[in-house]
């Protein structure tokens, strides 16, 4: 007697019949948890990321593995690993979720939402801008994208005061009723002139820089924003408001301050790594109650764009 093979994960998963598969299985958020555990590989860190707690997260998955009859990820106390059936679903989900996507934008889009306001934190240099603006393009050439660039008085680019509906960013900043997302962590350094004794050295701690003058930023700039950028204690020195402010006060006047390592600076300028501060975290941010699907949609390629 012939045993009929097993379908592939991707064969069960594609199949017309979709009452041969549990309304969990078709879930779209259901779908977007086993992305979030298969990229993070963790638990902790995929629960962070989609603002829940890990329990249920753990559940969703388990339920998943039930219903497709196949173990997804294999557990351990080294970590989480994907078995080939989840890099099976991986792929298959991705591709779900990228549909439904595009399906949700183009609704927008008959609804007359064909735009989108990005603030952006006025930095130079950066290549995830790059990727994530060519992502996009790619996949919403009718979506118009209105940037506003700010300066480094507004950690949110406009976001609390209603001026843009997703903002590109660095952290740390008061992210009270807002969805913040980390794409990246980049350490950090000293300006200094090239000319200083300090620049001399490959790495420096915030007790070499004790007596110096730092640039500082205006009075009622986020307070988590401004401990960060200070080292966390109170400093003298120029206030500023722009990278080439900055710049120009350590140019001219020997003030010195931090600045995430990897970006060209003028001739004249070194950044010596700072190894007692935390790293400088690229974030996306909007507002918990909205629900604009360009701003998921823009979301999601941002993370993408960076994962990259």
């Known amino acids: 007697m012939q045993h009929r093979a097993e379908p592939a994960v991707q064969d069960r998963f594609r199949i017309a019949d979709t009452r041969r598969v549990s309304s969990a299985v ?126 480094l008085t507004d950690p949110t680019c406009g976001l609390r005061a209603g001026l843009v509906d997703i903002a590109l960013t660095r952290g740390p900043f008061d992210g009270t009723g807002l969805v913040v997302r980390e794409l990246r962590a980049d350490p950090v350094g000293a300006v200094l002139r090239a000319s200083d004794p300090l620049a001399r050295r490959d790495h420096l701690e915030l007790a070499d820089l004790a007596d110096r003058r730092w640039f500082r930023f205006p009075d009622g700039t986020d307070p988590a924003w401004r401990s960060y950028w200070s080292g966390g204690e109170p400093r003298e020195g120029p206030v500023v408001r722009a990278v080439q402010e900055c710049r120009q006060a350590v140019l001219w006047n020997g003030t010195v301050g931090l600045a995430p390592l990897g970006h060209d600076q003028p001739e004249g300028l070194v950044v010596v790594p700072v190894v007692d501060m935390a790293p400088s975290p690229v974030v996306l941010a909007w507002h918990e109650a909205n629900t604009n699907p360009l701003v998921g949609s823009f979301a999601r390629i941002a993370a993408a764009a960076y994962r990259d």
């Open 26 to 151: 078709m879930e779209l958020r259901t779908l977007r948890y086993f992305v979030a555990v298969a990229e993070e590989l963790h638990f902790g860190r995929a629960a962070a990321r989609l603002h829940m707690s890990q329990p249920p997260l753990s559940r969703a998955i388990r339920q998943l593995e039930t219903d497709l009859a196949a173990t997804l990820l294999r557990r351990s106390a080294a970590g989480v690993a994907l078995t080939p059936a989840g890099v099976a679903l991986l792929d298959e989900a991705r591709a779900l979720l990228d549909q439904a996507e595009r399906a949700r934008v183009r609704v927008a889009a008959a609804a007359g939402a064909t735009t989108i306001a990005v603030g952006i934190l006025g930095e130079i240099g950066d290549p995830g801008v790059a990727r994530l603006a060519a992502a996009y393009r790619r996949r919403h050439p009718d979506v118009e994208v209105h940037v506003r660039e700010t300066d």
